[in-house]
């Protein structure tokens, strides 16, 4: 079983690999999001820095949202979803171990990156790593929870519009807290109380989501 | 002792029961609001901080307890589904969810009425006003999942999921007014007793009643017409079409 959890896992790499787009674009339009933020304030406008948390979180998420729709549709229009239902094993690890390639390709990046556009805004010090911090134990939730409105939405023709509607309000806690954690750190407060509530989040998602995902792909394919 | 369980299950003899049942809730609820609404209009005596822009309580509360009961009855709803593969719960979660928009729409409505002469501000990011916004969405969410996919069954169990999923928030929402610092009331209700005098509880609960037996009824003619249009096809539907 750890054969196939890992062969899935390397497939997904090798995908995004030879496709470098589907992971650079969202990077690059995370990049823009900030960008087109800072270009909207006054220049050297102080309120910039207290808006960073919440416009670095708002860009992951959204940039996240790109890479979502593919990460079931294509494996159900070539039929890899219908043998790995058939194979055999149990579906939810496999989903799950599609889900940790995603996250390594499409959110990590996004993950990285956050700090740096966090210098950009004018944060500083430790406020910037809390964020870090934030954005690698709550990618991972968001990753979860979209490739499970991904699995939900796998027989929609177009999904568009409706993933991140079914996404998003779910998503909130993270952001409150991974927002609250910067901005408690900026503050000079301690800021673990809501990293810890952010890794309490990733940990019940991990847990719970591949199940769910694994039932709901199955409900498409009856 | 599961008899009634079972009998439920099936859609012929839901239907006729909930067909049954459906009049006197819709009579009670009337009457009771009638008595609720006399009662918390012209009854209760005015606050002495608030006058009587208080009274908004007796539609606000019923509505904003509702948001939460109906999601919960969605979400057992969605859970006897997807474990027994029940029809009649599969017809429940996809009638409760708009139902269940309205209250939270209402809820927040006349909140957000109050809010403006007492508070002076239609709107503040406030945990609880949060998060029975994001329960609103989680609704609208359900409606939408349903409306995308096509084979109604396959919906319905596509929805029940999402529900459960969503059901995390409904805590949150309950709660956020003693976990965080809110500038939301408290609740009412006490293990010391209800905080305000009995003139204005009863209409409250009168209400509270009224509306709760309200979305029974709706709940019951959604479900029958939800269910004669799935059940189309099936002989049970034709006979009675040709009953009537």
Request: aromatic share 12%.
């Amino acid at each position: 079983m750890i054969g196939a959890i890992w062969a899935v896992f390397v497939r997904e790499l090798q995908l995004a690999a030879r496709r470098r787009a589907e992971w650079v674009q969202p990077l690059a339009f995370y990049v823009l999001v900030v960008l087109l933020f800072g270009l909207g304030v006054a220049p050297r406008d102080p309120t910039l820095r207290q808006f960073a948390p919440a416009i670095i979180w708002v860009g992951a998420l959204l940039a996240a949202m790109l890479g979502l729709d593919r990460i079931f549709r294509e494996d159900r229009d070539d039929g890899s979803l219908e043998l790995m239902v058939l194979s055999g094993m149990p579906l939810p690890p496999l989903v799950g171990s599609k889900i940790a390639a995603q996250w390594l390709f499409n959110a990590a990046p996004l993950a990285f990156a956050g700090p740096l556009l966090a210098l950009v805004l004018g944060l500083r010090g430790d406020p910037v790593w809390v964020l870090f911090i934030g954005l690698l134990l709550g990618t991972p939730t968001l990753m979860l929870v979209g490739a499970f409105a991904a699995a939900l939405t796998v027989a929609v023709p177009r999904a568009g519009v409706l993933l991140p509607v079914l996404v998003l309000p779910l998503m909130a806690p993270v952001v409150i807290f991974g927002a609250g954690a910067v901005r408690a750190a900026s503050q000079g407060l301690p800021a673990t109380a809501p990293l810890y509530f952010l890794a309490a989040e990733m940990v019940l998602a991990v847990v719970f989501i591949p199940w769910v995902s694994a039932a709901a792909l199955r409900n498409t394919l009856d | 002792m599961w008899i009634w369980f079972h009998r439920l299950a099936s859609p012929p003899s839901f239907y006729r029961t909930a067909g049954r049942f459906a009049p006197w809730f819709l009579v009670a609820s009337l009457l009771l609001l009638a008595i609720g609404v006399w009662g918390g209009l012209v009854m209760a005596p005015p606050d002495y901080q608030q006058g009587d822009a208080f009274r908004i309580i007796y539609v606000h509360v019923p509505a904003a307890w509702l948001s939460l009961l109906v999601y919960t009855v969605m979400a057992v709803a969605a859970f006897v589904a997807l474990v027994w593969h029940m029809k009649v719960a599969e017809v429940a979660v996809v009638a409760a969810a708009p139902v269940g928009a309205s209250f939270t729409a209402l809820a927040l409505v006349s909140g957000m009425l109050w809010g403006k002469p007492m508070w002076g501000a239609w709107w503040v990011w406030d945990p609880r006003l949060t998060s029975e916004l994001v329960l609103l969405f989680l609704y609208l969410g359900v409606v939408a999942l349903n409306n995308a996919i096509e084979d109604p069954r396959s919906a319905a169990r596509a929805c029940s999921l999402l529900a459960l999923v969503g059901w995390v928030n409904v805590p949150i929402v309950h709660y956020s007014v003693v976990w965080w610092n809110s500038l939301h009331q408290g609740s009412i209700f006490r293990l010391s007793g209800p905080t305000i005098t009995w003139d204005m509880l009863w209409p409250l609960l009168v209400c509270w009643i009224a509306f709760t037996l309200f979305f029974a009824y709706v709940q019951c003619v959604r479900m029958r017409n939800e269910l004669l249009f799935r059940e189309r096809n099936s002989r049970w539907v034709q006979t009675l079409m040709v009953e009537a």
